[in-house]
């Protein structure tokens, strides 16, 4: 019965997954590349595949509760709170850039430390959805995105630098104290 609860839970979490992915799909087809496209929907086939072949094993309760926090309860949450800081960066009417800062809101803090918490929250989701499914598609997954976003990173830190002569120096790109 145990076990049962925890592929429920699983079965919860690759439902979150497959929503999201597929709010990206649909994107695909109006606004992105398709170079997107086929990342979005090669990797979605790729992880459906693993986790709903007969030989497929079930991570353990402990796996699937701390992989869906991790995902879902951190990572979304911080992702939304730094996309809701981004926006509010620029008073309304105006064309006035500021240096994105930490706000009241703690999940917003990875902004004293990286450039584009933004993308190191995505990560951290797949990650978590790693741990979740415990298949190597979702780890793939989770490596190729992370390689884009560092790229995403990297030159939006550079930007930074440019655009703001002081710009916090100690800030890295996307990985705290790292990149």
């Given at each position: 019965?145990?076990?049962?609860?925890?592929l429920?839970i699983m079965?919860?979490?690759?439902?979150k997954?497959y929503l999201?992915?597929?709010?990206?799909?649909?994107?695909?087809?109006?606004?992105?590349?398709?170079k997107?496209c086929?990342?979005?929907?090669l990797?979605?086939?790729?992880?459906a595949?693993?986790?709903n072949h007969?030989l497929?094993?079930?991570?353990?309760?402990l796996?699937?509760?701390?992989?869906?926090?991790i995902?879902?309860?951190l990572?979304?949450?911080?992702n939304?709170?730094?996309?809701?800081?981004?926006?509010?960066?620029?008073?309304p009417?105006?064309?006035?850039?500021?240096i994105?800062?930490a706000?009241?809101?703690?999940?917003?803090t990875?902004?004293?430390?990286v450039s584009?918490?933004?993308?190191?929250y995505?990560f951290?989701s797949?990650?978590g959805?790693?741990?979740?499914?415990?298949?190597?598609?979702?780890?793939?997954?989770?490596?190729?995105?992370?390689?884009?976003?560092?790229?995403?990173?990297?030159?939006?830190h550079?930007?930074?630098?440019?655009?703001?002569p002081?710009?916090?120096?100690?800030r890295?790109?996307?990985l705290?104290?790292i990149?």
């Amino acid at each position: 019965l145990q076990q049962d609860a925890g592929l429920s839970i699983m079965q919860s979490g690759c439902w979150k997954q497959y929503l999201y992915i597929g709010s990206h799909m649909l994107q695909c087809l109006f606004f992105n590349l398709f170079k997107n496209c086929s990342y979005y929907w090669l990797f979605t086939l790729y992880v459906a595949y693993h986790v709903n072949h007969p030989l497929f094993t079930a991570p353990s309760a402990l796996q699937v509760y701390g992989g869906l926090a991790i995902f879902s309860v951190l990572c979304e949450l911080g992702n939304l709170s730094i996309h809701i800081a981004l926006r509010n960066l620029r008073p309304p009417g105006t064309t006035v850039r500021k240096i994105p800062m930490a706000t009241s809101n703690p999940l917003t803090t990875l902004f004293n430390l990286v450039s584009c918490p933004n993308y190191t929250y995505e990560f951290g989701s797949w990650i978590g959805f790693t741990v979740l499914t415990q298949c190597l598609p979702a780890g793939l997954f989770a490596l190729a995105g992370m390689y884009q976003m560092t790229l995403w990173a990297l030159g939006k830190h550079r930007a930074y630098k440019k655009e703001f002569p002081n710009y916090p120096r100690g800030r890295k790109a996307i990985l705290p104290f790292i990149l």
